[in-house]
């Protein structure tokens, strides 16, 4: 069982460039992620890209973002799923404009 703080010390570690809380951080919000992504793609073509892609996706951009200092809002477990979330479904209608785009090219 996680503690408490568990999540507020991976995300101080992240914003650290922390491999290692990275992983932790997905092992923990990785499924919730999906989950989300795979409900708001319902519907939507996955023959390029789908919900592991988006997830994935977010998951790298948190990463980097915390890094270079992005997120100055990212402090606690709250704080975090708020972000994954947004960028979950800014993903997704990134997503599917660009799979709109494409079908009316072709």
């Known amino acids: ?3 408490q703080g568990s999540v507020t010390l ?8 922390d491999q290692q809380a ?3 951080l997905w092992q923990r919000y990785g499924d919730q992620v999906l ?3 795979r409900g708001k793609l319902n519907g939507a073509s996955r023959a390029v890209s789908d919900e592991e892609d988006v997830a994935q996706s977010v998951f790298t951009n ?7 200092g992005q997120f100055s809002e990212l402090d606690n477990r709250e704080s975090l799923w708020r972000l ?3 960028m979950t479904a800014r993903k997704v209608l990134n997503k599917r404009r ?4 494409q079908k009316r090219r072709n």
């Open 62 to 68: 948190l990463c980097q973002g915390a890094a270079a």
């Open 35 to 37: 989950g989300l992504a």
């Open 98 to 101: 660009h799979d709109g785009r």
């Open 22 to 24: 990275a992983e932790m």
């Open 1 to 3: 069982m996680l503690s």
């Open 10 to 17: 991976w995300i101080d570690d992240l914003k650290d460039g």
């Open 84 to 86: 994954l979330v947004t």
